[in-house]
């Protein structure tokens, strides 16, 4: 941008000067004033396509730059993987949740941990009609997906039906959308106590938390999960 500004200062400063003499000198020679107007304006129409061309320059040193910094590639995880739910770097107090079965331990939010035996999160029940789990990675990550199992033990609960929303400050959140879509998107959960079912968000994200909302549920709101994605090298 700098670069451009001085070939057209020089272009101008030379029409400005070309015309003065050529307005100058014809009208010593013809005193006719709208033949001085012409002859002045002469060596600017002369000129006009030099000042197209740096202007149509100027242009595109512009506004290249601001569509590259406004335009938003998707994430990518080279190789997308557990981020620690299931073996633990996700620590206890980093799972939180909207309540837990009877306040006991054994159905707390960090029991909601991926192939966990003999537990799982279990929230309140009728008190909580919207329920949710949460983790907090300590940092933002690059998230693509999810694992979800039901409740390991001898009670048929597992989530059937979940939407997601993530955030960076634990105030504001995103819900995850489908392509053109403004409602959340509901994702099909599990048909048992124990199988694995893996869900592909519809594009990446980056956030610091991820938030499971259940909204449909066998019996009782039960889960236990992993989630999917990689480091964030912003």
């Known amino acids: 941008m700098i670069k451009m500004k001085y070939p057209l200062v020089a272009i101008f400063a030379v029409v400005a000067q070309c ?33 197209r061309d740096q202007l149509d320059a100027v242009k595109v040193s512009v506004h290249v730059p601001c569509k590259k910094a406004t335009y938003t590639t998707d994430l990518e995880c080279s190789e997308a993987g557990p981020l620690g739910m299931e073996d633990r770097r996700i620590l206890d107090a ?11 331990a054994g159905w707390a939010p960090y029991r909601g941990r991926l192939n966990l035996e003999g537990a799982a999160w279990v929230n309140a029940g009728f008190s909580d009609p919207n329920p949710w789990i949460q983790v907090d990675f300590g940092g933002r990550v690059i998230i693509t997906g999810v694992i979800t199992q039901g409740r390991p033990d001898n009670y048929y609960q597992w989530v059937t039906e979940f939407q997601v929303a993530y955030s960076n400050d634990g105030q504001q959140w995103t819900d995850v959308t489908a392509e053109g879509e403004s409602a959340p998107t509901k994702f099909p959960g599990n048909s048992d106590r124990s199988t694995p079912v893996t869900t592909t968000f519809p594009k990446a994200f980056r956030a610091r938390l991820l938030r499971i909302l259940p909204t449909q549920w066998s019996a009782h709101c039960s889960m236990r999960l992993e989630v999917l994605g990689c480091k964030s090298h912003e």
Not at 37 to 49: G, H, I, K
Not at 94 to 104: D, E, L, M, P
């Open 94 to 104: 980093n799972i939180t949740a909207s309540t837990f079965w009877g306040n006991q």
């Open 19 to 51: 015309c003065l003499f050529a307005a100058t000198a014809h009208e010593h020679a013809h005193g006719d004033s709208d033949s001085v107007l012409e002859a002045a304006l002469l060596p600017l129409y002369s000129q006009l396509d030099i000042f």
